[in-house]
């Protein structure tokens, strides 16, 4: 299977270090959203994905972003404070759950007359099939890889990967209980966006860590139907 990917340009952001792939938590001024704050960020960029390329006219809550290229740093880091007011609570030194965070997006899109709907899967048995389906349809994907379950203390992780020009993979950085977008696929690898980095994930990993050190309904996916 060749990597099945967004058909365009993924959201990228304007920071003092350069151009991000996407946006990062570890850009807010906040120490709530640095700390546990991934699932903003997975989110805003999710919603601006599709304001900017599914979107006849402009999304009035995104007025301030550029309808092309890279986000100003101040604009985006204000609308995720925003978010997180109005669609995203975080619970303190936790984040938010995949259901409040699925219940935000759907919120959103109804607020700004967005023809998308939002669910969270708790059944992992089609997650891959799920990935594939959305992707297809040039729609980003909020993923999670769960906690540690049920020896919560446990640090068990699932790593990312990044690519060397030679078409090796290489550890890069690991991560539990941490969400992140889906930006393309293939039968072995995820290209994702987390941390305002581009990393691949390996699925046979993936799977090995939910069935030996996590759980199904906390290691998957914000589906995104859209509307006729």
Request: net charge positive; glycine share 8%.
């Amino acid at each position: 299977m060749k990597m099945l990917e967004l058909r365009h340009p993924y959201i990228e952001v304007q920071t003092a270090r350069g151009v991000s792939c996407g946006g990062g938590q570890q850009f807010s001024e906040s120490a709530m959203v640095r700390r546990c704050g991934c699932g903003i960020i997975a989110a805003l960029d999710t919603l601006l994905y599709l304001s900017r390329w599914h979107m006849v006219g402009p999304v009035p809550y995104f007025r301030r972003f550029p309808a092309e290229g890279p986000v100003p740093f101040h604009v985006y880091t204000d609308c995720v404070k925003a978010l997180s007011r109005r669609y995203f609570p975080m619970i303190p030194y936790r984040g938010i759950n995949g259901l409040l965070l699925a219940l935000g997006m759907q919120a959103f899109f109804h607020d700004q007359h967005m023809p998308f709907s939002a669910r969270w899967c708790m059944i992992s048995s089609r997650l891959w099939e799920r990935i594939e389906e959305m992707l297809r349809q040039d729609l980003p994907v909020i993923m999670s890889v769960g906690p540690n379950l049920p020896l919560i203390w446990e640090n068990h992780r699932v790593r990312f990967y990044v690519r060397t020009p030679e078409g090796r993979y290489l550890p890069a950085a690991a991560a539990n209980a941490h969400y992140f977008t889906v930006i393309g696929m293939d039968e072995t690898w995820l290209r994702i966006s987390s941390w305002g980095n581009l990393y691949y994930l390996n699925r046979r990993e993936f799977e090995d860590y939910v069935n030996h050190h996590s759980a199904g309904f906390v290691n998957n996916v914000v589906y995104i139907d859209k509307k006729n």
